[in-house]
């Protein structure tokens, strides 16, 4: 569901990232960057579950002793809780802003939706946003015909706009973004066909979930086949 955004015709933007311990659905995050024009935010955590290898080898993240390092150096760090409290006073500072992210939608998001919901900010945090951009979509479309092939953040950058930088570093990543945006200066009809909401984004994700659950079960002929206008309903029912 796109966002609207109602009378504001230029909402503020904020570009936002995060490092995490993962890709799994239960990753922690180590690092959570924003920026808005000269403005940045930038958080380190120590996480409360085990670095995969192959994140800490990309990011150069390592926990040692209850400590962050990065490339072999220590970090000051908040709490989580801390740091996303502080992410929601970041964004205080600009109203209620558009958060703007690269291939959000199916990672960044449900991870940040977790952890607000485990903290109880996520209240908070919806009322201080308009809501999300993801700009992997975005991109997509604005430049389908320009002859690019891998729409990986990086390789927009270097492709548009000339410039090597520090992938895998949140704060890297937004400054890279931002500059990104800018240079391809997307139209308001553009921008509101890849906006959604958390709650949007988190709904489909437990359809998606339940829709999983009920084709398994039907495989596995735990339930009987069920039509798609009540299904939700009746298994509810059967795992109660």
């Known amino acids: 569901m796109a966002v609207s955004f109602g009378d504001t015709h230029s909402?503020?933007?904020?570009?936002?990232?995060?490092e995490t311990t993962g890709l799994g659905p239960s990753c922690d995050i180590v690092q959570l960057a924003a920026v808005s024009g000269h403005h940045t935010l930038n958080l380190f955590m120590v996480p409360r579950?085990?670095?995969?290898?192959?994140?800490?080898?990309?990011?150069?993240?390592?926990?040692?002793?209850?400590?962050?390092?990065?490339?072999?150096?220590?970090?000051?760090?908040?709490?989580?809780?801390?740091?996303?409290?502080?992410?929601?006073t970041?964004?205080?500072?600009?109203?209620?802003?558009?958060?703007?992210?690269?291939?959000?939608?199916?990672?960044?998001?449900?991870?940040?939706?977790?952890v607000l919901?485990?903290?109880?900010?996520?209240?908070a945090f919806q009322a201080g946003i308009l809501g999300f951009l993801d700009s992997l979509p975005l991109t997509r479309q604005m430049l389908k015909d320009s002859g690019?092939?891998?729409?990986?953040?990086?390789?927009?950058?270097?492709?548009?706009?000339?410039?090597?930088?520090?992938?895998?570093?949140?704060?890297?990543?937004?400054?890279?973004?931002?500059k990104l945006y800018w240079a391809l200066r997307p139209t308001a009809s553009q921008i509101q066909q890849h906006t959604f909401s958390l709650d949007s984004l988190c709904s489909k994700r437990s359809k998606d979930t339940i829709t999983r659950v009920i084709i398994k079960s039907e495989k596995n002929g735990e339930i009987p086949l069920l039509q798609s206008s009540n299904s939700e309903d009746l298994l509810v029912k059967w795992l109660n």
Do not use: W
């Open 117 to 123: 919901d485990e903290f109880g900010l996520k209240a």
């Open 90 to 114: 970041f964004l205080r500072m600009f109203g209620r802003p558009l958060l703007v992210g690269h291939n959000i939608r199916r990672f960044d998001c449900l991870v940040l939706a977790r």
């Open 148 to 178: 690019v092939h891998s729409f990986k953040q990086e390789n927009l950058v270097k492709t548009l706009l000339g410039v090597s930088y520090a992938a895998h570093d949140a704060l890297g990543d937004v400054q890279a973004l931002q």
């Open 11 to 18: 909402p503020n933007l904020v570009f936002f990232d995060l």
């Open 49 to 88: 579950c085990r670095m995969e290898p192959g994140a800490s080898r990309i990011t150069g993240f390592r926990v040692r002793r209850h400590r962050l390092f990065l490339h072999h150096r220590p970090v000051l760090t908040n709490s989580l809780k801390e740091a996303l409290v502080s992410f929601i």
